[in-house]
């Protein structure tokens, strides 16, 4: 993060500047985070930092009624039978859901690991980067990005070319963990003291695909203003579900086990609490013109 374009804030044209750690930065004005960890996804499939089978069995509950709630919203917003766009598809689970309501769904997705499985599952899926991957002129009227947009370094082109490839009336629906959510919150309290497994855990550092970017809902609404598109919602999913926690915390295969009973033992502890609180996955609706 050297270049001048780099330091400045795409949310809100501020300065990103250090902040706590050699790899963050802060933004001095809209406060949103950056860090700056290097993307690897691998273009062939091969070994895995994580065990995909395990991390899917242990979101798969929580997963399905999320995406259900996201497209109930979506379908509300832009009724099917209409062109829905997933970037960042992975194995294909939204796709799936989202063909099942009706809408005509199609994936982008650069891991090689998943797209095979996601195609043989039935889904609809081009192996490659957003947008590079489209035809030219190519238009949706309903673009996704769940869980994917805080992986993009350069979040401005994103953006940009999310913009251009909506058709007018068309939905982007922006899911990204949010850091003013409890789970967040308090993983940036215990680095303060010391332990900092938890908030890299989130960020997830030292994975093929870490996070770049940390907002608020606020923050993704400041940023599409800015490329003209008006928020028309927002929606509160669940981030932890009692059901499947243990396999999705242990599939990082090199997190040590002491780690992980400690996570566990948290999230189930403070798992009543967390309910009432701010949730860490915020989902915005926005329309364009
Ligand atoms: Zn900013």
């Not at 599939?251 to 566990?264: F, H, N, R, T």
């Amino acid at each position: 993060m050297d270049s001048d374009a780099e330091m400045s804030c795409p949310v809100c044209g501020g300065q990103l500047r250090p902040y706590r750690r050699d790899w963050l930065r802060r933004c001095a004005t809209c406060g949103v985070l950056r860090s700056n960890f290097e993307i690897n996804i691998p273009a062939t499939a091969g070994q895995l930092l994580v065990d995909e089978a395990m991390r899917e069995a242990g979101l798969e509950a929580l997963r399905h009624e999320n995406n259900g709630r996201l497209l109930a919203r979506l379908a509300a917003l832009k009724p099917p039978p209409v062109r829905l766009l997933d970037v960042g598809s992975g194995p294909g689970f939204l796709l799936a859901q989202a063909r099942g309501v009706g809408f005509e769904a199609q994936g982008v997705e650069p891991d090689a690991n998943t797209v095979g499985a996601a195609r043989a599952g039935g889904a609809a899926v081009r192996h490659g980067y957003f947008p590079d991957v489209l035809e030219a002129g190519e238009t949706f009227d309903v673009i996704v990005f769940n869980d994917v947009l805080e992986h993009i370094p350069d979040l401005e082109a994103a953006l940009t070319a999310s913009v251009e490839r909506l058709s007018p009336g068309g939905v982007l629906c922006l899911n990204c963990p949010d850091r003013d959510g409890f789970y967040f919150r308090t993983a940036t309290v215990l680095d303060g003291l010391g332990m900092g497994g938890a908030l890299a855990r989130l960020w997830q550092r030292g994975l093929p695909s870490p996070h770049i970017w940390y907002f608020t809902a606020n923050n993704l609404s400041q940023a599409l203003k800015r490329h003209g598109l008006d928020e028309i919602g927002r929606l509160s999913l669940d981030t932890v579900g009692l059901n499947g926690l243990w396999a999705r915390i242990r599939c990082v295969k090199s997190e040590p086990l002491l780690l992980s009973v400690a996570a566990y033992l948290f999230a189930v502890a403070t798992y009543p609490l967390a309910r009432l609180m701010p949730s860490d996955a915020q989902v915005c609706f926005f329309r364009k013109p």
